[in-house]
């Protein structure tokens, strides 16, 4: 997960930044003067709020004498190129925080340590469920999940009331309510949605009980022709039809909270915690006063939300550190439930954190209360190295996706995908 944490907070949507502590050495730690030790942690620039990674490293610092910890805080751009030197060297980072997609890739190179007999003393068994895959490859533990965000749906209070509408608990309410709000006022979109907006596509998926990717025997193999993708596909189109937005862009292309819902007509859109915040400072800076309201994707039924892709991150050991009994330690305290509670608070609730049980109570209809709401049925992608690939620009989930959009069949579209994604997924 790539990005620069900004969270929405409550329902006013106020914008946190949250920034680490740290040198900019980049260097690995080991022993200091007079046998003292050095334990030298990354982070990534907005993932560790400063008043909790003191906290956690006081503690650890206080049962520990004679070791202190070195947090330094990484960028995003560059960041796979500079992980994949630094853990083939002899003096990486004890501990490092991982974008939960990448996290199977270094662990396939033998670049991270094998956490699986630590599982009890980690607190794997109170691990989120949706979080914890992507920490295991191959039936082994590489990583302890450390926070993760998803998708909601935001809305303009005032359009929806001017509808008659209330926020949906399944996806016949949602298109109900989409139909009526653009009866309502024509010049409105009911939902601002681009076409290639893929990881709420795979939230369709797996609602269907697919998947993006199967596993094939000892190899992978691209699902988008399976009745279930296709199923997907069908929902996106007809949800997509709502909307004004691009078939060929995504919501980043252009970025939605700032360049578009701030100038108005929107009546709903999908989208992250910081782009809520976004949307609302732009909309403060143009004299403008957002409104909004939040609730999770619908789901096929009223009994569970729609599901949603979890962005965010693990934090793991290095192979290759020259401390790793205490770098396991490390870990233990900052992915135990009584550290990620104060780190939920310290968000407020705007992340959420590995163990259900430490989860903030967020304010009543703020952003996180209802992206708390989806947590349990929150995924990944396919967990493998090869995933990677698939991503990589031309994306042929995206370009699958606007072929549909403007026409083509989903299942011969999906068919033409899948086999650019058995090609990427099985690469090494």
Known sequence: MKRKLVAAIGAAGM??????????????????????????????????????????????????????????????????????????????????????????????????????????????????????????????????????????????????????????????????????????????????????????????????????????????????????????????????????APKDKDEATPQQSTDIVPKGGVASWIGLGWEAGGAIEAMKKAGKTADFGYFPIPGKTADKPGSVFFGGSNLAVSERSRNKDLAKEWLALAAGKEQMAKYAAATQGALLPNNDAAQFTPAAGSFAEAMAKAAPVGRITPVTPGWANVETAPNPIKDYMTKVLKGEDAKKAGEAADKVITERINQQ
């Open 15 to 244: 914008m946190v930044g949250v920034a680490a502590c740290g040198s900019d050495d980049g260097k690995g730690g080991g022993t200091g003067a007079g046998g003292d030790k050095t334990l030298t942690v990354w982070v990534m620039d907005g993932s560790a709020p400063d008043a909790w990674i003191k906290d956690v490293n006081k503690q650890f610092e206080a049962t520990h004498k004679g070791v202190k910890v070195k947090v330094e805080e990484q960028q995003w751009n560059g960041i796979q190129e500079k992980v994949t030197t630094a853990l083939s060297e002899d003096t990486p980072p004890d501990v490092l925080e991982l974008g939960n997609t990448q996290t199977a890739g270094y662990a396939a190179t033998g670049g991270l340590a094998d956490l699986t007999e630590d599982k009890a003393a980690l607190g794997y068994d109170g691990w989120n469920k949706g979080m914890l895959a992507s920490n295991e490859l191959d039936g082994k533990l590489y990583s302890a999940p450390w926070y993760a965000a998803n998708r909601v749906v935001v809305y303009d209070k005032a359009a929806f009331k001017k509808a008659g509408v209330t926020p949906p608990k399944t996806r016949a309410e949602w298109i109900e309510g989409l139909k009526k709000i653009k009866a309502s006022d024509p010049k409105t979109q009911p939902i601002y949605l681009p076409g290639q907006s893929w990881y709420v596509y795979a939230g369709f998926v797996w609602d269907e009980g697919g998947d993006l990717a199967v596993k094939d025997g000892d190899t992978w193999k691209g699902n988008l022709s399976s009745p279930q993708a296709v199923a997907a596909m069908n929902f996106y189109k007809e949800l997509q039809s709502y909307s004004t």
